[in-house]
């Protein structure tokens, strides 16, 4: 009897622990201080999205205002990195620190601006795939375009990145057999928002997830605009959503949902969170607030 009870007992423990290891939070590091759009509006938001899953326990690390000399955020410390910063280029030491990190299986998650930041950067171009602005051209890698359904590269010469007017249109997924869209519905209405355009970038190692028509008569290209993206780099994962220009454009439901169930599978490449029972139809938005 006792030896039957210690054994229960130590049987208990033992699940009792792993039960705990699997229910541990997240750690994920949200980087912000340098933008040129509302980091201070946007931060509160995105932080508040990661935690009200019960996964994420998010800490924030805000750059210096005007120049970034000794930030050096703990990368090591955290399960997923998320930047909202547009900014100056960080020391070479704190981006060697950051490819090491992701490269030996770190995650990271790239929100909206943040893939106009460091086109000097060769490695964060290949972790983030596409970017625009900062002086991007054909010299930075190609196009991507959706032709008979399937992502292919486009050479031609051009700028990377721009958008039309701010509007609400359709998000599309492909690649649905993904963890991070599987089982959510394929199309959906997103809230008005910028449509960045001509992204360009390396684009190795990328998986595109959605895309959505930039119309000409919002000022946009008349292409199938690639803005949700599953990368690898090196054993470390990325998430890079080009939506979420605003605190109103990160309320669309679409946007919380990818980005959660991005920024999980970003941290441990898998996602264990349900399909939200809120979710924006192909005609109609859906805000969270
Ligand atoms: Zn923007």
Redesign the pocket.
Known sequence: MIRLGLFALFSLVCLGSVSAANDAPIRALLIDGQN??NWKGTTPVLKSILEQTGRFKVDVVTAPPDETEGFDPPFRAYDVVVSNYNGKPWPEETQRKFEEYLAAGGGFVCV??ANNAFPEWPAYNEMIGLGGWGGRTEKDGPYLRLRDGKIVRDESPGRGGS?GKQHAFVVEHINTDHPIIAGLPAKWMHVAD?L?DRLRGPAKNITVLATAYSDPATGGTGEHEPLLFALDYGKGRVFHTAL???VEAMKCAGFVTTLQRGAEWAATGQVTLKPPTTFPSAEATQSIE
Do not use: F
């Open positions: 040129n759009h909206h601006a958008h910028e960045y979420g220009h605003s």
